[in-house]
């Protein structure tokens, strides 16, 4: 019983000749971290004084053991390789053997943080994503006008029944928070046109401010950014969950055309709503302005509709519906282009999302600054 219960003794290791070049490390006692080791440099200073080419890694005589003695294997594993002495370890137990495999295969960290690069490289690493993202986007614009094309020769492939939902998702299903945001922007425009207005006593002309801002800018920017928030950010989510479950993958396995199948309806369904969302949009926007002429400046409601439609011709009219439409084109395709492009990860879902919201704003607000100098141009 006393004979058990004596402590174990401290770690040792002894280095046994064999033939050749090779010894044999026999190591002892007990390894434990908190526990005396021997140093690893003393015993490869022994092996470099014998000029060894082979260490035989013996554990027999250990009594018991944990991570110090892996780590102090490991560190002499490393000493060995960089003097070109070979470590057999055909004599450890497979658990210790299996354990130093595995820190092995561990990429061990660099003894030097890596250098930032410099200005320049950072700059012309930014350059070149930038390009190689313009030419993915010009790349997937020209696979969806090809697309377009195979469309009006009634040759593209997808369901109906997809088109179906995505009209009803784009459509119906935006009227409510349409109507909310249009109500509010038209109230909006009115007051502030109000306060000024009514330095001149021009109150009037509320109605002149609010109808001509509706048609021609506002109530396409409106449901452009309803959308972009709501339907666009939809689509980048459902085709990037679609890539990371790999329904993509299939898709083109089986020869079908994601940009057909899956891309054409999603903008075709947004291309067709946005005209009857802006419409709507215009109509409820005056509205909106009624109620402050009316209510707060005491316009009549005939003199103020009459006035609405003296200030408003149909060039108005088409030059909103024709903004609303590049709008929804635009929408669709950064939504999709964004959702087919994201990773195949969880993460890569929210990150497609919130892309696709950033770059339709954008988008949306070069394609109104654009067609503002094109109707400049022309002088519409």
């Given at each position: 019983m006393k004979a058990s219960l004596a402590p174990a003794a401290p770690a040792t290791v002894r280095v046994d000749p064999e033939d050749g070049n090779a010894v044999v490390l026999r190591l002892a006692g007990r390894w434990k971290l908190g526990s005396p080791r021997p140093d690893v440099a003393q015993t490869m200073g022994e092996l470099e004084r014998g000029n060894v080419r082979r260490a035989v890694l013996a554990t027999d005589d250990v009594e018991t053991w944990d991570t110090a003695?892996?780590?102090?294997?490991?560190?002499?594993?490393?000493?060995?390789?960089?003097?070109?002495?070979?470590?057999?370890?055909?004599?450890?137990?497979?658990?210790?053997?299996?354990?130093?495999?595995?820190?092995?295969?561990?990429?061990?960290?660099?003894?030097?943080?890596?250098?930032?690069?410099?200005?320049?490289?950072?700059?012309?690493?930014?350059?070149?994503?930038?390009?190689?993202?313009?030419?993915?986007?010009?790349?997937?614009?020209?696979?969806?006008?090809?697309?377009?094309a195979r469309l009006v020769t009634l040759r593209?492939?997808?369901?109906?029944?997809?088109?179906?939902?995505?009209?009803?998702?784009?459509?119906?299903?935006?009227?409510?928070?349409?109507?909310l945001v249009s109500v509010i922007v038209g109230l909006i425009l009115a007051f502030v046109g109000a306060i000024q207005l009514r330095l001149f006593g021009a109150d009037l002309y509320v109605a002149d401010l609010v109808a001509v801002a509706m048609v021609r800018e506002m109530g396409a920017m409106v449901v452009a950014i309803i959308m972009a928030g709501r339907t666009g950010a939809a689509y980048a989510a459902q085709l990037s969950t679609m890539k990371v479950t790999?329904?993509?993958?299939?898709?083109?396995?089986?020869?079908?055309?994601?940009?057909?199948?899956?891309?054409?309806?999603?903008?075709?369904?947004?291309?067709?709503?946005?005209?009857?969302?802006?419409?709507?949009?215009?109509?409820?926007?005056?509205?909106?302005?009624?109620?402050?002429?009316?209510?707060?400046?005491?316009?009549?409601?005939?003199?103020?509709?009459?006035?609405?439609?003296?200030?408003?011709?149909?060039?108005?009219l088409y030059g909103g519906l024709l903004h609303g439409c590049v709008y929804g084109l635009l929408v669709g395709i950064v939504g999709c282009q964004r959702g087919l492009s994201a990773g195949n990860d969880a993460g890569a879902v929210g990150a497609a999302t919130t892309s696709a919201v950033v770059a339709s704003l954008v988008a949306i607000v070069v394609a109104d600054g654009v067609i503002a100098v094109v109707f400049d141009t022309l002088g519409i």
């Open positions: 003695l892996l780590t102090w294997l490991r560190n002499l594993e490393r000493r060995c390789a960089a003097f070109g002495i070979a470590v057999d370890r055909s004599r450890l137990p497979g658990g210790i053997a299996r354990l130093l495999e595995l820190a092995a295969v561990v990429v061990e960290p660099e003894s030097e943080p890596e250098r930032r690069p410099s200005v320049l490289a950072r700059v012309g690493a930014a350059t070149v994503r930038a390009a190689t993202g313009v030419v993915e986007v010009l790349g997937f614009i020209g696979r969806v006008v090809l697309a377009l593209a492939r997808f369901r109906l029944s997809d088109l179906q939902q995505l009209l009803m998702n784009a459509g119906a299903d935006a009227v409510p928070i349409t109507t790999e329904e993509i993958d299939a898709l083109r396995t089986f020869g079908i055309s994601t940009v057909e199948f899956l891309v054409l309806p999603r903008v075709v369904a947004l291309f067709l709503m946005m005209p009857f969302l802006c419409l709507y949009s215009v109509a409820l926007g005056i509205v909106g302005g009624a109620v402050v002429g009316v209510y707060l400046l005491g316009i009549a409601p005939q003199l103020y509709l009459d006035q609405t439609l003296q200030a408003v011709t149909l060039t108005d």
